[in-house]
């Protein structure tokens, strides 16, 4: 199951559906998923924001 969830987290897809013993969809409480490449893209961003900003920093201490 573990691992399941870990692919789920990577891909952003649903692979696992909880339902109750009616066969209703049981609703996650964090419903706004956010998949690992999606998160790993904007800490890229930030980073290099972040270095941009850095190297602007330095330039005005000179």
């Known amino acids: 199951m573990r691992a399941i969830?870990?692919?789920?987290?990577v891909t952003g897809?649903?692979?696992i559906h909880k339902a109750d013993l009616n066969g209703s969809e049981?609703?996650?409480t964090n419903t706004e998923k956010i998949s690992l490449?999606?998160?790993l893209?904007?800490?890229e961003v930030l980073i290099q924001e972040l270095t941009?900003?850095?190297i602007q920093?330095?330039?005005n201490q000179k």
């Open 13 to 15: 897809e649903q692979l």
């Open 37 to 39: 490449k999606e998160k």
């Open 57 to 59: 920093l330095e330039e």
């Open 52 to 54: 941009k900003r850095i």
């Open 26 to 28: 049981i609703s996650e």
């Open 41 to 43: 893209a904007k800490q």
């Open 5 to 9: 969830r870990l692919i789920e987290e």
